[in-house]
């Protein structure tokens, strides 16, 4: 992950609670907000020298907080329950676009359908869902799924305005938090944390296996 994806410290992680509430512990924020940046469990572990399993434990306990049947979905309901602050919106690049069909697709992904799912839903055959979702993940750069649901807040795709669609068995959503003046802080693009005296902040290194 690039030195320019990292962020800061306590500072930062200090923003994110006075704006949202204590529901996050600062380790779940932090697996969170690298988990948006494209990291897997290995790579977050990693990067906050923890163990796997302590990493695998605070995404379950950021689910049973938030809710979300997929890991995308479950960083979906962070944003629009304003428990981490969402990425400020920007024109996507040329080359970057996605289409209607792959913008249906990125909003049933935010609710956590499924590739089968998705492919009921839009009365399509699941390798096309899938592909769809690959076709996603390529034109917006994302490692991972979260990761592509992250950027899709980014260019503008996902908003707090838009209420994707509900999914059977799918827990109700939290309030989303307003975005305007007295909202969360402005993102730094493809961070995830605000932005600390104009540069993106590094996640801390929190010790403890």
């Known amino acids: 992950m690039p030195e320019a994806h990292q962020r800061d410290n306590a500072d930062a992680l200090s923003v994110v609670r006075s704006e949202t509430g204590p529901l996050l512990s600062d380790r779940e924020t932090a697996v969170l907000v690298l988990l948006a940046d494209g990291l897997r469990i290995a790579g977050i572990a990693e990067r ?3 163990a796997q399993s302590t990493v695998r434990g605070s995404l379950q306990r950021i689910r049973d907080k938030v809710g ?3 890991q995308h979905a479950m960083l979906d309901r962070a944003y629009r329950g304003g428990h981490l602050p969402a990425p400020t919106a920007h024109t996507p690049a040329p080359g970057t ?3 209607p069909e792959q913008q249906a697709v990125l ?3 935010a609710a956590g359908a499924t590739a089968a799912e998705i492919a009921s839903d ?3 055959s699941p390798s096309t869902a899938e592909a769809r979702i690959a076709g996603i993940r390529s034109a917006l750069g994302a490692d991972t799924t979260a990761h592509a ?3 899709g807040w980014e260019r503008g795709y996902l908003h707090p305005g838009q209420a994707p669609p509900a ?3 799918a827990a109700p959503r939290t309030t989303t938090a307003g975005t305007g003046p007295g909202g969360p802080p402005a993102i730094a693009p493809a961070t995830g944390l605000p932005t600390a005296n104009g540069r993106a902040a590094e996640v801390p290194a929190l010790t403890g296996r």
């Open 167 to 169: 999914r059977a068995g």
């Open 122 to 124: 839009l009365d399509i």
């Open 97 to 99: 676009q996605l289409g």
């Open 48 to 50: 906050l020298d923890l």
């Open 68 to 70: 979300g049947t997929g």
């Open 149 to 151: 649901l992250h950027l």
């Open 107 to 109: 909003l049933l992904m």
